[in-house]
């Protein structure tokens, strides 16, 4: 989702996963865009053409705003862990385990070394 948001904004990506959550939906690319598609419903003519001359040509997972919520969670522990908070502070600062909190960070670990 963060491509989404980079190309049309935060508000109009939320539009989206509350039209389609938990979804995958065909983005056109900007040449075949027109204001009968889906996006173009959603968004209005102006943020699809975006979104299409960004993302165009290809399906688009939508994930639902509780994984999208976890995902942003998980990206602050990673980088309050980076900035010294220790696991067992960061268990009590978001109240789960600190098993929990090591798998994320070593999911996100995983993930930086992926990049």
Not at 3 to 23: D, K, N, Q
Not at 33 to 60: F, I, Q, S, T, W
């Amino acid at each position: 989702m963060d491509a989404v948001i980079a190309a049309v904004g935060e508000s109009a990506a939320r539009s989206l996963m509350h039209v389609y959550a938990s979804s995958r939906i065909f983005i056109p690319t900007a040449a075949n865009l027109d204001g009968n598609h889906p996006v173009a419903r959603v968004l209005g003519m102006p943020l699809a053409h975006k979104l299409c001359a960004e993302l165009g040509g290809g399906y688009l997972a939508i994930p639902t705003p509780e994984s999208l919520s976890n995902d942003m969670r998980s990206e602050q522990i990673y980088r309050r862990w980076r900035a010294g908070r220790t696991t067992r502070q960061l268990a009590r600062d978001y109240a789960i385990s600190e098993r929990r909190v090591q798998q994320i960070l070593k999911r996100e670990i995983n993930e930086q070394v992926d990049d």
